[in-house]
């Protein structure tokens, strides 16, 4: 019969039996390691034999040792939800500030443009002028 330090056991829960309860959510785990790729199908099988022949909270642990924690998957997808909405206002600031240099760089600009395109308008006139006169 497996043999724990009761000391030891108590102050983790380690040797605490489980039930069918803890089992079933042993092998939902297993399940959602599997689906994410981090299991082979061997091991996800081995696992799960495992699992339902589990008798104590350390026994389980044992599945889960080389696994990440839920509460890691959970840091995990915590920093994708924070860091979509931090991008997407970056994204957006700098899209803003282009906008607003280019109008700057315009308005600074406008006086030669406007000067470019009033000396166009002239050499063409006078080019038009003779044009006519020619004919």
Do not use: C, W
């Amino acid at each position: 019969m497996h043999h724990t330090n009761r000391m030891t056991g108590a102050m983790f829960g380690a040797g605490v039996r489980i039930g069918d309860a803890e089992r079933t959510a042993a092998i939902e785990q297993l399940n959602q390691h599997y689906a994410a790729g981090r299991l082979t199908t061997t091991e996800h099988d081995e696992r799960v034999d495992f699992a339902l022949g589990a008798r104590t909270q350390a026994d389980l642990l044992v599945l889960f040792a080389d696994l990440p924690s839920e509460a890691g998957t959970q840091r995990q997808h915590n920093r994708a939800v924070f860091v979509a909405p931090v991008l997407g206002t970056l994204i957006l600031v700098a899209v803003i500030s282009l906008a607003i240099t280019s109008v700057v760089l315009l308005l600074k600009a406008l006086p030669f443009l406007l000067m470019v395109f009033i000396a166009f308008l002239a050499v063409r006139t006078i080019a038009r002028r003779r044009y006519r006169r020619r004919r």
